[in-house]
């Protein structure tokens, strides 16, 4: 990279910007998955919007290469951008094993699906308000967070149904599925976790 591409004029890159554009895409997905479980919606239109989602984040990416100063660390907005991009691949990934296992919806996964796209709308939240009102993102973060038990509850409740039925091949299948749904909270919270710690860096 030449020095004046690193040195040069200030580019006019607004990474809060282009977070909230990841996450409003992710969140976008998790709606689209809600009503994919609910038999209403084409499974090749969360593919789409995931392409979309991934499309930004290589955006991020590729301007974090081109950008000598970042309003915030550039680690934290690394990490914050791959955290949304694992919410999203999830919710896709879901899609793709239910096609491929042939497993239909249940209350257990919409159950899920309303808690992921919550919580997604509260990351939205969060970094919407990251660049002018930090103390409002971290109570959105800390909302954020709250999810990762609640999904964790169900599933557990959802496990318990399965083994409970005694049907081996249908309860492999189910738990694959539903532990999608419990790894995307858990990228939730760790997105919650950076926003966070990003806002305690700026006081």
């Not at 808690?115 to 971290?138: D, E, M, T």
Request: charged share 35%; proline share 2%.
């Amino acid at each position: 990279m030449s020095f004046w591409k690193i040195f040069g004029p200030k580019r006019g890159v607004d990474f809060f910007e282009l977070l909230r554009d990841q996450a409003e895409a992710t969140l976008k997905g998790c709606r689209e998955l809600t009503v994919y479980l609910d038999g209403q919606e084409d499974p090749e239109v969360i593919d789409r919007i995931e392409q979309e989602a991934d499309d930004i984040r290589r955006i991020i990416i590729d301007e974090l290469n081109q950008t000598f100063i970042t309003p915030i660390d550039r680690e934290d907005i690394f990490a914050l951008s791959r955290a949304i991009d694992d919410v999203c691949d999830h919710a896709r990934n879901t899609v793709k094993e239910m096609e491929a296992f042939d497993v239909e919806s249940d209350e257990y996964l919409i159950r899920m699906a309303e808690l992921l796209q919550k919580g997604s709308g509260h990351l939205v939240s969060a970094i919407r308000h990251l660049k002018k009102n930090p103390n409002v993102a971290v109570e959105y973060a800390v909302r954020a967070k709250r999810i990762e038990n609640k999904m964790n509850d169900i599933f557990i409740n959802a496990l318990a149904q399965l083994f409970s039925a005694g049907d081996v091949k249908s309860m492999l299948k189910y738990r694959e599925i539903y532990r999608h749904f419990n790894r995307s909270a858990d990228r939730v919270d760790d997105a919650a976790n950076i926003i966070s710690n990003i806002v305690v860096k700026m006081f």
